[in-house]
């Protein structure tokens, strides 16, 4: 049999191996895995052929990426019988954070150049993944506070024992118990000075990036929040990040990100409620971007008295008219309330002899309302989401089957690394892998292999077009030799 016969036309490996090849790894800041002692290293583009073959078949420890190499065919044919051993392989993917970020957004201007990615509609939600971070390694003010309190009442108890035992053997077992617990509530004291010193609501000891976040249906545990955008042409991931443990400061950071990688002029955002904050919502519309981000309930409390609602608001006049048709207005000033800037708008003389006070309010300074200095970004946001209910209802079609592929189809539901910028290169393999085998979905097999063999077929003609100009300036071939790698890149990048 012919080797090549064990790798069939349509197989992942093939398309891989084509993808590699047109990506100028050292552009993208790839770099050489050294290899054992008196070996050259091994190349980039084997090691990352490697890994994207891998996290797409649930390959993704070090160890069993290194079994393969000697017992996977695909994997041999892809590698041409190179075995790197399971060091090396994890040394890559920890020593290339930034380039697996890098790479996963040329493919997206890749994808861009071969009009799959519009970005006219983008789609941006979030999903949980957990951390190499136990929950019992995670702390924060109230869970440590109740560490110490049970280490005082066990101190208490063995105590009150030392003070009504006379044999000298139980005496010195309850002492050396005392001291046990003592020392725990030293190191428990030293995680609240730690927390305290982070500014942080929340600490981790084994990875400090990772959270407690809700993974679903109210299941805490330690992970992160990996956000994502997704473009509404072919769904394809376009950007990705991971920050705080939910969304309600994600949306103008990752929007604003979408629209500068994908050089579009303006752009329509779909996002659920969790993203729902005036502040980024106005921030979007001053950059040209359109939310459609679905509108949260008021926050007032049904307590039977009058609803904010059913009071007019006079944009121009900035003031509110009450059901007894008194205005409430503002002094001006702004107030901080917790992540929000609200005015307050009140009139105490005419809510001491007001008829309908018991039904309005139990202050006994009146009724004042709270109105967001972004309200108006928020109503006019909800405005177009009741208007567009189909269009809204695009955003779970764009973006939530990734997430269902990434976690249930290709086990991505925890991750091997620790610290944000590592979590994200896993993050990044895991997108380009999906990007491409979404594009096997979208052409036919044959069709797709022709693309990416003309694209590689495109960078060596403009490499040897690039060495042929250059050339033509040196009169010797030794002088060309002698030329730096970093300007025969960096000219190569720019073309």
Same mark, same amino acid.
């Given at each position: 049999?012919?080797?090549?016969?064990?790798?069939?036309?349509?197989?992942?490996?093939?398309?891989?191996?084509?993808?590699?090849?047109?990506?100028?790894?050292?552009?993208?800041? *790839?770099?050489?895995?050294?290899?054992?002692?008196?070996?050259?290293?091994?190349?980039?583009?084997?090691?990352?052929?490697?890994? +994207?073959? %891998?996290?797409?078949?649930?390959?993704?420890?070090?160890?069993?990426?290194?079994?393969?190499?000697?017992?996977?065919?695909?994997?041999?044919?892809? !590698?041409?019988?190179?075995?790197?051993?399971?060091?090396?392989?994890?040394?890559?993917?920890?020593?290339?954070?930034?380039?697996?970020?890098?790479?996963?957004?040329?493919?997206?201007?890749? +994808?861009?150049?071969?009009?799959?990615?519009?970005? =006219?509609?983008?789609?941006?939600?979030?999903?949980?993944?957990?951390?190499?971070?136990?929950?019992?390694?995670? *702390?924060?003010?109230?869970?440590?506070?109740?560490?110490?309190?049970?280490?005082?009442?066990?101190?208490?108890?063995?105590?009150?024992?030392?003070?009504?035992?006379?044999?000298?053997?139980?005496?010195?077992? +309850?002492?050396?118990?005392?001291?046990?617990?003592?020392?725990?509530?030293?190191?428990?004291?030293?995680? =609240?000075?730690?927390?305290?010193?982070?500014?942080?609501?929340?600490?981790? +000891?084994?990875?400090?990036?990772?959270?407690? $976040?809700?993974?679903?249906?109210?299941?805490?545990?330690?992970?992160?929040?990996?956000?994502? %955008?997704?473009?509404?042409?072919?769904?394809? *991931?376009?950007?990705?990040?991971?920050?705080?443990?939910?969304?309600?400061?994600?949306?103008?950071?990752?929007?604003?990100?979408?629209?500068?990688?994908?050089?579009?002029?303006?752009?329509?955002?779909?996002?659920?409620?969790?993203?729902?904050?005036?502040?980024?919502?106005?921030?979007?519309?001053?950059?040209?971007?359109?939310?459609?981000?679905?509108?949260?309930?008021?926050?007032?409390?049904?307590?039977? !008295?009058?609803?904010?609602?059913?009071?007019?608001?006079?944009?121009?006049?900035?003031?509110?008219?009450?059901?007894?048709?008194?205005?409430?207005?503002?002094?001006?000033?702004?107030?901080?309330?917790?992540?929000?800037? $609200?005015?307050?708008?009140?009139?105490?003389?005419?809510?001491?002899?007001?008829?309908?006070?018991?039904?309005?309010?139990?202050?006994?300074?009146?009724?004042?309302?709270?109105?967001?200095?972004?309200?108006?970004?928020?109503?006019?946001?909800?405005?177009?989401?009741?208007?567009?209910?189909?269009?809204?209802?695009?955003?779970?079609?764009?973006?939530?089957?990734?997430? %269902?592929?990434?976690?249930?189809?290709?086990?991505?539901?925890?991750? !091997?690394?620790? %610290?944000? =910028?590592?979590? !994200?290169?896993?993050?990044?393999?895991?997108?380009?892998?999906?990007?491409?085998?979404?594009?096997?979905?979208?052409?036919?097999?044959?069709?797709?292999?022709?693309?990416?063999?003309?694209?590689?077929?495109?960078?060596?003609?403009?490499?040897?077009?690039?060495?042929?100009?250059?050339?033509?300036? *040196?009169?010797?071939?030794? @002088?060309? @030799?002698?030329?730096?790698?970093? $300007?025969?890149?960096?000219?190569?990048?720019?073309?």
């Amino acid at each position: 049999m012919s080797f090549e016969q064990f790798v069939t036309q349509d197989s992942w490996a093939r398309i891989v191996d084509l993808f590699v090849d047109i990506l100028p790894l050292k552009d993208l800041g *790839f770099k050489d895995t050294p290899a054992s002692e008196g070996r050259p290293p091994y190349a980039p583009s084997d090691m990352l052929k490697l890994y +994207l073959y %891998g996290y797409k078949n649930h390959l993704r420890s070090s160890r069993k990426l290194a079994q393969a190499c000697r017992i996977n065919m695909e994997v041999i044919w892809l !590698l041409k019988g190179l075995t790197p051993s399971a060091r090396k392989i994890a040394y890559f993917r920890k020593n290339n954070a930034k380039a697996f970020k890098k790479a996963f957004r040329y493919f997206v201007l890749i +994808l861009k150049d071969m009009d799959l990615i519009d970005g =006219e509609t983008i789609a941006i939600d979030s999903f949980k993944i957990r951390a190499q971070n136990a929950s019992k390694n995670n *702390f924060n003010q109230k869970k440590i506070q109740r560490h110490i309190d049970y280490i005082d009442h066990k101190i208490h108890q063995y105590q009150e024992a030392l003070d009504k035992e006379d044999e000298a053997d139980k005496i010195e077992v +309850l002492k050396k118990k005392i001291e046990y617990q003592n020392k725990k509530k030293d190191n428990y004291k030293q995680i =609240e000075r730690q927390l305290k010193e982070s500014g942080e609501s929340q600490i981790s +000891l084994t990875d400090p990036d990772a959270k407690s $976040v809700i993974l679903h249906k109210n299941i805490v545990n330690v992970g992160y929040n990996i956000q994502a %955008g997704c473009d509404g042409k072919h769904k394809l *991931f376009i950007n990705n990040d991971t920050g705080t443990v939910n969304d309600t400061h994600a949306l103008s950071p990752m929007a604003l990100d979408a629209k500068k990688l994908l050089g579009v002029d303006a752009m329509n955002v779909l996002a659920d409620k969790g993203y729902t904050t005036g502040k980024h919502i106005e921030i979007c519309t001053k950059n040209q971007i359109t939310t459609f981000s679905s509108p949260k309930e008021h926050s007032s409390q049904h307590n039977g !008295l009058f609803d904010m609602q059913i009071f007019q608001y006079d944009a121009q006049k900035d003031h509110y008219t009450c059901p007894a048709g008194e205005i409430l207005a503002t002094n001006g000033t702004i107030y901080n309330k917790g992540n929000h800037r $609200v005015k307050h708008y009140k009139n105490r003389q005419a809510c001491k002899t007001c008829h309908l006070r018991d039904q309005c309010t139990k202050n006994k300074n009146g009724r004042f309302i709270e109105r967001s200095i972004y309200q108006e970004a928020l109503e006019e946001n909800q405005k177009r989401v009741e208007e567009n209910p189909d269009y809204y209802r695009l955003r779970q079609q764009i973006t939530e089957h990734q997430f %269902g592929t990434l976690k249930r189809q290709w086990g991505f539901t925890y991750t !091997l690394m620790k %610290g944000k =910028e590592h979590v !994200l290169s896993e993050v990044n393999i895991m997108m380009i892998c999906y990007n491409l085998r979404r594009l096997m979905s979208i052409f036919e097999i044959n069709t797709l292999i022709n693309k990416l063999k003309e694209l590689v077929r495109f960078i060596f003609a403009i490499y040897g077009f690039i060495k042929g100009i250059l050339s033509h300036f *040196f009169e010797k071939q030794n @002088q060309l @030799q002698n030329i730096n790698q970093p $300007v025969l890149n960096t000219v190569y990048g720019h073309i």
